[in-house]
């Protein structure tokens, strides 16, 4: 009792802290903020924060609309830092309210913005968003890009209407003797797939509101746009989906966001708040088709080459060994020759080495909810997307990537007939065959608690001026993605301390030891040892596998022969709480001291001076 | 001193061959002679200035260096818009080491403007497509090599500085031109435990020795010093951004395809010849040059990418003809050669539509010094090869081609020899072989252009089947190898097919004729009026429309590709 008592006051003090800077940071979650609303409120916030703040327009929309990333801690040019992108799909408001939200959060409170810089993008796809405040709400996600869907005479000529007037676009049932849809004999609202092996006929169609614009007989295949900003991302690409564009960059959302972060080599995380959430579910593996560098099947014709056997494996080092004698001297043999000659392609699953931080730290953040009562009874967030943003920033940028989706509804439970003792295990998995979808049924108890049930429009009769007589209704959209304005608040306030938690594992590489040993005649061996006191390692596993993040170097300065070890030494990878060591033979014939300096585009310098020999 | 002399011989000789004042460039070009970056620019404008009428030249955009990449368009004003003509596109040097690739497309340029009203086939095409000309992709890539010390590879990069040797320093380590004399050469030292000898007929050529024989040298690779200090020679030099691995379709990081660059079209000249190449969808065939080897190279660049045999078929009637016209080519699919993302090609098939061909240009082959040019290389003897070539240079290239080996005194080596091939040798032709080169080749592109899709549209039947009701058939004809729309692109949906609109009358069916003798129709269901389709290499496509009403029917038929056509009926 004491213990909530506390907890409520303690949350008072938060909210009150929160609210008093409210004037000053111009940013309030009492709504959802459109495009305009957000330019407004970033540049409010660079005024006020001039020395701290630092806007970057980094793309232009093909609505016109204005694409700004929000850097944090301009004054810092040399420190790591985090990338944050919210809403690439367009469709996820709170996401916006969840970029803003950390912005306000870093402003609050200097302990994650000491030599950490930020940088925040919380509306990659404008023209989308527009969807969610225009007075036609569907579930918008491509931009204005001209795409003509139907391949017509003409573009976007068949979008959706608000055939009822309600500003929603929901759906249309018709009765019809080819229909393959029956309604649910547990709740006649929710349309289900006639099973024509139960004996089931359809005897409906089901189209989204509208009307046969162009008059091809298919109902609201063209309309505005577009590409989807959230799945037109070089890795995994979706070239067969029109909604990606044709290539990975095709339009300037992603171009811009593309080098706006290659231009920045100091990002050493990256962060998506969206529809999946890499925080609880790690990036999914069990992709199909991915070529093992620990096991390469030479083709024939490469074999002759090469002096090798097609029919067994190879590992990446041994294929460069094979390689070396027949290349030119001046030909360098690098796996990333052998991968492309030899076609062997991308990595599609994650790391096995990253998975173990990954559910790591997917543990703690449940355990983290879990202090604060917060449910994870609800339905899963979305797998991570072909084309998405957070699976380019792990697989090609090659650093942690970690997204949230900040909401979902909750779930109803399961009613589990446990019959205890019982002999046959399939009974007791035997539901009632016509039972709704979970996700169904808790949409709608959803709809029902949150929405007196409100997020499902009832179905109602409409004279169609091409299929006759239909009902329209069905599940309202945004219900799934977007609660009310007034929960916003303390849904980023309970989830997102735990992303600024997580910038705290990022590695943190330093000097750790060093060791010199007088060998005689002026030879002393130098031993160093380089530690990373943070929790994550550097770089990723893939990163490694990539080469993407710059490497970090020891650079040894001074009067001295190197006998044995390199100026310029990659220190490689290192895992979290990891000590390297690294050894050079030296001959100093004068000064006594050499510097050593541990140098990174990423965390920056370290220098220290060594004394040898005395 | 007689070291000196020669040394001095030899900067005589490239000097005047190759960067000499080699006269005014003035219409007709010569082509004895390779272009530096700032020549060809000349050379489009004089062009552009002789010909006003048929040519437009544009500055496409900037590359990294800031120097213009040029385009210049070939188009008749009299016989219509650029846009209404199928196009042809032409692009050269996206390699910067690749220069002969520019010259190909500065003599097409010139071929179609100064036989322009002279040749029958010339005229033709001249009027009949938009040409699009980029002599030069990698105009940074051009200027430094010839500007630079280079091998006959190096300098192919876009100028995006790369950490090639993971060492957190970029371009710090590349080729070093010790003695001074423009070309990046190969350096040897004596050595008798060296796994090469001389060979005993050609001193100059360095030969493997037998297992149990004694050494005489080792070879220690190309003109440089290890300037990072980390014991590797010139393994981090310029660049590293392939410009033909940089494309958006099908496109893989770099650890998958060296070279790809941080994400597709992150090159700002490709990316602004992709907004040329985009803002142009009547291009329906394109050329790009390289070197070399002889190969005339056609999609798919990965063995997994589907290609309609329908598209292999007009992809041939090209490719098959080109070959007897450029005698020793071959003809294959890209991933034949070796599998690539992101090449240039790939983009311009699957994201343009249009059919694209790789050129490689030159085969070193024939630079022969002997009796029967037909006479095949003897197997097993490896310097027989090199033998010929070095007489080549001998006897026919006047020594130009190969730098004796000389003595150098390397700051880490000590006392060493340079010699070898200098760079513009082994992939360019000397200059007195340019002028067939670029002529073969040049021929190829106005080949395709020839079979671009020519459409006729004829009424060729009309039958009274009612009151007010006619049966009217229209047939459309490509009299050419190229459809008016590749198979891919019908498939993948890229843009909306040709069309064939019916006005003046109600349509009340409409479709596409499958057998005429029999009345096989295939009726659209809706919309009868306006039909998609695409037109079929040196094929027909046939129509029936059931049309109500009186008076002049009008047939439109449009394309992205070819140019539109129009008949009309009386009913």
């Known amino acids: 009792m004491y213990k909530n008592l506390l907890t409520i006051f303690l949350l008072c003090l938060f909210v009150v802290s929160i609210e008093s800077l409210d004037a000053q940071n111009g940013i309030s979650f009492e709504k959802y903020h459109n495009n305009n609303e957000v330019q407004q409120i970033l540049k409010n916030l660079q005024q006020n924060h001039p020395a701290q703040i630092q806007l970057h327009a980094i793309a232009t929309s093909p609505g016109g609309e204005a694409i700004t990333v929000i850097e944090i801690g301009k ?33 609050d409170s200097s302990k994650y913005t000491s030599g950490l810089k930020w940088y925040i993008l919380p509306l990659p796809n404008p023209d989308a968003s527009k969807g969610y405040f225009s007075g036609l709400k569907y579930d918008r996600t491509v931009n204005d890009f001209p795409i003509n869907n139907d391949v017509d005479e003409s573009l976007n000529e068949d979008g959706f209407e608000d055939l009822n007037g309600d500003g929603l676009i929901t759906q ?15 709740d006649p609202r929710i349309m289900v797939p006639a099973d024509v092996k139960k004996n089931e006929r359809g005897e409906y169609k089901l189209y989204t509101e509208g009307i046969d614009n162009d008059g091809d007989g298919e109902y609201n295949e063209d309309g505005e746009g577009g590409i989807n900003v959230g799945i037109a991302f070089p890795h995994l690409f979706p070239k067969n989906k029109k909604e990606a564009g044709l290539w990975p960059g095709q339009t300037p959302e992603v171009y811009g966001i593309m ?3 290659y231009d920045r080599p100091n990002i050493a995380m990256v962060y998506t708040l969206g529809s999946s959430n890499f925080c609880l ?24 080459m090469l002096g090798a056997d097609p029919s067994r494996s190879y590992t990446m080092n041994e294929v460069i060994e ?17 991968s492309g000659y030899l076609g062997l392609g991308a990595a599609v699953n994650p790391m096995e080495d990253d998975l173990k931080f990954y559910t790591r730290l997917s543990e703690d953040y449940k355990n983290y909810l879990k202090n604060k009562s917060f449910s994870i009874e609800t339905l899963d967030p979305s797998a991570d997307k072909d084309g998405s943003f957070e699976l380019w920033a792990y697989y090609q940028l090659g650093v942690p990537s970690f997204s949230m989706n900040l909401f979902s509804v909750p779930k109803v439970k399961e009613e589990k007939k446990t019959e205890k003792g019982a002999e046959l295990p399939e009974k007791v998995e035997k539901k009632n065959p016509d039972e709704l979808s979970v996700k169904d049924k808790s949409l709608l108890a959803y709809s029902e608690k949150e929405f007196g049930g409100k997020g499902f429009v009832p179905w109602q009769k409409y004279s169609h001026p091409t299929l006759g007589e239909v009902e329209i209704g069905g599940f309202v959209p945004y219900l799934e993605s977007t609660p009310k304005p007034e929960k916003i608040d303390s849904l980023l306030k309970i989830q997102l301390p735990w992303l600024l938690q997580l910038s705290k594992k990022l590695p943190d590489i330093s000097f750790a030891d060093e060791k010199v040993t007088d060998m005689g005649g002026g030879v002393f061996k130098l031993e160093l040892y380089v530690g990373n006191k943070g929790y994550l390692p550097y770089p990723t596993s893939i990163g490694e596998r990539n080469k993407q993040p710059a490497p970090v170097v020891v650079v040894l300065d001074g009067d001295i022969d190197l006998l044995e070890g390199l100026k310029r030494t990659p220190l490689g990878s290192i895992g979290g709480n990891q000590v390297k060591k690294l050894t050079w033979l ?14 990174s585009t990423v965390f920056g310098s370290e220098v220290k001076q060594i004394k040898i020999g005395g | 001193m007689r070291r000196y002399i020669l040394l001095f011989q030899l900067i005589l000789i490239f000097t005047t061959v190759f960067s000499a004042d080699k006269g005014k460039i003035e219409v007709p070009l010569r082509f004895d002679r390779y272009y530096n970056y700032e020549e060809v620019v000349e050379a489009l404008k004089v062009l552009n200035k002789a010909f006003p009428e048929l040519t437009k030249l544009d500055v496409v955009g900037k590359s990294e260096e800031g120097r213009e990449i040029y385009a210049l368009t070939i188009n008749n004003p009299k016989t219509g818009e650029p846009l209404s003509k199928p196009g042809v596109y032409v692009d050269g040097n996206i390699h910067g080491n690749e220069i002969q690739a520019g010259e190909v497309c500065l003599y097409y340029a010139n071929m179609l403007l100064t036989k322009y009203g002279e040749n029958d086939k010339i005229t033709k095409v001249v009027d009949k497509n938009a040409h699009y000309i980029i002599p030069v992709v990698n105009v940074d890539g051009r200027y430094h090599f010839f500007t630079d010390a280079n091998t006959p590879s190096s300098n192919r990069s876009i100028r995006v500085p790369r950490d090639d040797d993971g060492d957190g320093l970029v371009d710090e380590d590349g080729y070093d031109d010790l003695d001074g004399d423009g070309n990046i050469c190969q350096m040897r030292i004596k050595d008798p435990f060296g796994a090469y000898k001389v060979d005993p007929e050609d001193k100059r050529i360095m030969v493997r020795i037998k297992p149990g024989e004694q050494g005489e040298y080792t070879l220690l690779g190309f ?29 893989m990081p770099s650890y998958v395809q060296s070279g790809a660059g941080n994400f597709p079209l992150s090159g700002i000249g490709l990316k602004a010849i992709n907004d040329y190449i985009t803002a142009r969808p009547n291009i329906i065939i394109g050329f790009a040059f390289h070197n070399n080897g002889g190969m005339w190279l056609r999609v798919p660049s990965e063995k997994s990418i589907y290609v309609d045999p329908s598209d292999i078929a007009a992809y041939d009637v090209i490719g098959k003809e080109a070959l007897k016209i450029t005698p020793g080519y071959v003809y294959q699919a890209s991933y034949d050669l070796y599998v690539t993302y992101g090449d240039f090609d790939s983009h311009l098939f699957y994201i343009n539509g249009a059919f694209s061909f790789t050129g490689e240009l030159f085969q070193r082959e024939s630079e022969t010094y002997r009796e029967d040019v037909k006479k095949s290389q003897q197997p097993g003897n490896e310097a027989d090869l090199p033998r010929e070539l070095l007489k080549f240079n001998d006897k026919v290239a006047q020594g130009e081609l190969y730098k004796e080996w000389k003595k150098f005194i390397h700051p880490t080596y000590g006392e060493i020899e340079i010699g070898g091939w200098v760079k513009m040798s082994s992939r360019l032709p000397h200059p007195f072989m340019l002028p067939e080169l670029v002529h073969r080749n040049a021929s190829v592109v106005l080949l395709a252009a020839d079979n671009t899709p020519e459409i006729t549209m004829e009424v060729f039947d009309v039958k009274k089947i009612g009151k007010e009701l006619h049966q009217v058939r229209v047939r459309l004809q490509n009299k050419k190898g190229l ?21 003046g009358g109600k349509v009340v069916a409409g479709g596409k004729i499958n057998d005429a003798r029999i009345n096989k129709v295939t009726y659209k269901e809706k919309k009868p009026e306006i039909q998609f389709l695409a037109i079929p290499s040196y094929g027909v496509a046939e129509y029936q429309f059931l049309i109500e009403g009186k008076g002049e029917i009008i047939f439109n038929y449009s394309s992205l590709k070819a140019k539109c056509a129009t008949a009309s009926v009386k009913l």
């Open chain 2, 483 to 503: 459809p008016t729309m590749s198979a891919n692109s019908v498939k993948t949906k890229l843009y909306p097919q040709d069309m064939l609109k019916v006005s």
């Open chain 1, 586 to 599: 030296v001959k100093m014939d004068k000064k006594p001291t050499i510097s050593v300096k541990l140098e």
């Open chain 2, 223 to 251: 003109e440089g010093i290890d300037n990072d200090g980390d014991g590797k020679l010139n393994e981090d030099g310029e660049g590293y951004l392939d410009a033909n691995r940089n494309w958006g379709y099908n496109w």
């Open chain 1, 259 to 261: 080098k706006f972060i």
């Open chain 1, 322 to 338: 094979l390689l070396k004698l027949v290349l030119p001297a001046n030909v360098e043999a690098t796996p990333s020759l052998v």
């Open chain 1, 172 to 186: 249309m049932r018709v009765k019809d003797l080819t229909g393959t849809y029956i309604a649910s004999k547990i």
């Open chain 1, 281 to 304: 579910l790690p990036p999914k593996g069990g992709r199909k088709g991915e070529a093992n560098p620990e096991s390469i099947k030479i083709p024939n014709r490469f074999a002759t």
């Open chain 1, 75 to 107: 004054n810092s040019e040399l420190d790591p830092a985090v990338f944050v992108g919210a809403n690439f799909e367009g469709n996820y408001p709170l996401a916006t309210e969840g970029a803003l939200g950390l912005v306000k959060m870093l402003l």
